[in-house]
C-alpha cells in the first residue's frame, strides 16, 4: 500500500495520533500503579512502553525484597547454626565434665571375705551390692565371697553396682538306709549319691545272710557332704554255719573223706551217664557250691556212671 497518496496520508495520521494517546494514557496508569504496588514481569513484557524512570522504581522494589529475603534466610540460617553448635558444646565438654566430675573409687578384692562384711565395705564406699548367685563349693566355707564383678582395682564411678557370687559350702546329700542290702545293690546306691566307699568289714550274723550289710559308717536320714566316705560291714553268716565246697569233678572215692574233714556228711548218692566227665567223678551237688549251711549238714552228690 502507497502511504504516499492522500487517502493513505491521512490513515496514517490518525494512527499515529491515537497510537501517541494511547501510549501517554498507558504511563499514566503505571505511575498511578506505581503508588501501590510493584510491576508484574509480565507487564515488563507486554508493555515496552514503560519509561526508564518506572523500570528502575521497579527493579529498586524487587531489589529491596531480595534483600529483606536474604536478610530473613540469614536469621534462620544462623538460629540453626547457634542450636547445632550449643548440641556440639553440651555433648563434648559440658556433658563429659559434669560425668567425670563424678569421683572414681577403685574396686577392693572381695574374695574370700564373709558377705556381710563385703557388704559393709562396699557400702561405706557409697557402691551398691548384688548377689548374682550361689554355689557349691567344698574349699571355700558358705556365705563366704567367691567370685566378684568388676574385678579387683578396676575403677568405678560412685553408685556402681558390684555383682557378688557366695559359696554355699559343701554340697549335701542324705545318707541312704543300706542294711539287709546285698553288697552290690550298696555299692550301686552310693555311687549313684556320689558317695566314695572307702573300706568294707566282714563280720559273722545271726540275722543277716551272708553277702549282705550288716553296718554302715554314716546314720541313715542324715545329711553330710557330697564325696564323704563311706564304711560297709558285710556278714559272713553265723559262725555256725559254713560254706558249701565245689564238688564238681572230684573223684568218688575221695568225696567221704573230704565232707568228714570240711564239716559235711555224706548225703543221698544218684548215678548218670555223661559225655564230659569219666565214670566215678562228681557231676553235681545239693546243696550248690557257695551257699552256706550249718555244720554236718549232708550234701547229696551225684557220678558219672
Request: no cysteine; proline share 5%.
Amino acid at each position: 500500500m502507497d502511504k504516499n497518496t492522500p487517502e493513505n496520508k491521512g490513515f496514517h495520521s490518525n494512527y499515529d495520533n491515537e497510537y501517541n494517546r494511547y501510549k501517554e494514557e498507558l504511563k499514566n496508569y503505571y505511575k498511578k500503579k506505581q503508588s501501590n504496588s510493584d510491576y508484574s514481569e509480565e507487564e515488563i513484557e507486554e508493555n515496552p512502553q514503560i519509561d526508564t524512570e518506572d523500570l528502575s522504581v521497579y527493579i529498586e522494589q524487587k531489589r529491596k525484597k531480595m534483600i529483606a529475603l536474604l536478610n530473613y534466610a540469614k536469621v534462620i540460617i544462623g538460629f540453626f547454626l547457634i542450636v547445632f553448635l550449643s548440641y556440639v558444646v553440651v555433648d563434648s565438654w559440658i556433658l563429659p565434665a559434669t560425668i567425670h566430675s563424678k569421683d572414681k573409687i577403685s574396686i577392693p578384692k572381695l574374695s574370700g571375705m564373709n558377705i556381710e562384711k563385703a557388704k559393709d565395705k562396699l557400702s561405706s564406699m557409697n557402691l551398691i551390692v548384688e548377689i548374682a548367685g550361689e554355689q557349691y563349693n567344698a574349699k571355700v566355707p558358705p556365705q563366704t565371697v567367691i567370685r566378684q564383678s568388676p574385678n579387683p582395682n578396676t575403677e568405678v564411678k560412685v553408685g556402681r553396682t558390684v555383682y557378688l557370687t557366695i559359696s554355699k559350702g559343701k554340697e549335701t546329700v542324705e545318707v541312704p538306709y543300706l542294711i539287709g542290702k546285698s553288697v552290690r545293690e550298696a555299692k550301686v546306691i552310693l555311687l549313684n549319691k556320689g558317695f566314695k566307699l572307702s573300706k568294707v568289714l566282714f563280720e559273722n550274723s545271726e540275722s543277716i545272710p551272708r553277702d549282705s550289710i550288716i553296718k554302715q559308717s554314716q546314720k541313715p536320714g542324715k545329711f553330710i557332704p557330697y564325696g564323704s566316705d563311706f564304711v560297709l560291714t558285710v556278714s559272713k553268716g553265723s559262725e555256725n554255719q559254713i560254706q558249701v565246697p565245689r564238688l564238681e569233678g572230684m573223684a568218688f572215692e575221695d568225696i567221704e573223706e573230704f565232707l568228714m574233714v570240711n564239716g559235711f556228711v555224706l548225703g543221698n548218692i544218684k548215678y548218670e551217664s555223661s559225655d564230659t566227665y569219666l565214670p566215678g567223678a562228681i557231676i553235681g551237688q545239693y546243696p550248690l557250691a557257695g551257699e552256706t549251711v550249718p555244720y554236718n549238714s549232708a550234701i547229696d552228690i551225684t557220678v558219672a556212671e
